[in-house]
């Protein structure tokens, strides 16, 4: 049985998922892999998503009911934003979002998952964001362009979802690690497709993965979050990614 890089099957697996709905015939086409191997993958990870949602969320089915978990969401994102989590309750949560304290029980068991649920969120629009801002770019030096600036720009406009996430280091080291670890995981399996088009040299695509979120990270902290009046996002991005290109150091 063929062996493939786990970062590799984890990012064919997501472009397979919803939102994206890669057809399996085309991912094949493209990799080689069997369209067998391709289907078993999906549904074994269709099946575990469900049940990790399940875990956390119950998910409405109706309209009423999806509003009511925005609701929700939109007063614990307010709330953990200005008061951070162990100074929120649920009490709290509900009065802002104008519920009873039984229809939050309906949707979550606890703070802790209603929490958790947030993480998931805010990692599926931050790469839905980046996704579909460099959907058609074909060079991996202008998708690191295009993916930074998205970056940015999401962030500005989300700044409590910075806050909240790396809030979760405190709250339970493990959750930081997840979101990471997770994120980093698709991440790499975009930079082993550019290696293997020749565009990125062979490091552990998990080293570069983490390098680049750094980067990213940090670049935000500092223009996004210090530098809040800052706007000229362009700029530090071209900075960036000249460094990324011909590197920081002079040639001797």
């Known amino acids: 049985m063929a062996s493939y890089h786990k970062e590799l099957k984890y990012g064919l697996i997501t472009r397979m998922l919803p939102p994206n709905n890669e057809s399996i015939s085309s991912i094949s086409k493209e990799t080689g892999i069997p369209k067998s191997t391709l289907s078993e993958w999906k549904k074994k990870a269709m099946e575990d998503r469900n049940t990790e949602i399940d875990e956390i969320v119950k998910?409405?089915?109706?309209?009423?009911?999806?509003?009511?978990?925005?609701?929700?969401?939109?007063?614990?994102?307010?709330?953990?934003?200005?008061?951070?989590?162990?100074?929120?309750?649920?009490?709290?949560?509900?009065?802002?979002?104008?519920?009873?304290?039984?229809?939050?029980?309906?949707?979550?068991?606890?703070?802790?998952?209603?929490?958790?649920?947030?993480?998931?969120?805010?990692?599926?629009?931050?790469?839905?964001?980046?996704?579909?801002?460099?959907?058609?770019?074909?060079?991996?030096?202008?998708?690191?362009?295009?993916?930074?600036?998205?970056?940015?720009?999401?962030?500005?406009?989300?700044?409590?979802?910075?806050?909240?996430?790396?809030?979760?280091?405190?709250?339970?080291?493990?959750?930081?690690?997840?979101?990471?670890?997770?994120?980093?995981?698709?991440?790499?399996?975009?930079?082993?497709?550019?290696?293997?088009?020749?565009?990125?040299?062979d490091y552990d695509p998990i080293v570069v993965s983490y390098f680049l979120m750094g980067v990213s990270n940090f670049i935000g902290l500092k223009y996004v979050m210090f530098d809040e009046e800052n706007m000229d996002f362009d700029k530090v991005v071209d900075q960036v990614v000249d460094i990324l290109v011909n590197g920081m150091f002079k040639k001797k």
């Open 59 to 201: 998910m409405p089915k109706t309209k009423r009911g999806l509003a009511t978990l925005e609701k929700i969401c939109l007063a614990a994102e307010t709330l953990f934003y200005q008061k951070g989590y162990n100074n929120t309750s649920i009490v709290d949560i509900t009065n802002l979002s104008g519920i009873g304290l039984g229809t939050f029980y309906i949707y979550f068991k606890d703070k802790y998952l209603l929490y958790k649920y947030l993480l998931l969120r805010y990692s599926h629009l931050i790469r839905k964001e980046i996704r579909d801002a460099t959907a058609g770019v074909e060079n991996r030096i202008e998708k690191e362009r295009v993916g930074l600036r998205t970056f940015l720009k999401f962030t500005r406009e989300n700044k409590h979802a910075y806050n909240i996430i790396w809030e979760s280091l405190y709250i339970d080291k493990n959750l930081f690690i997840d979101y990471y670890d997770n994120f980093a995981a698709r991440y790499a399996s975009g930079i082993i497709e550019a290696q293997e088009k020749g565009e990125v040299e």
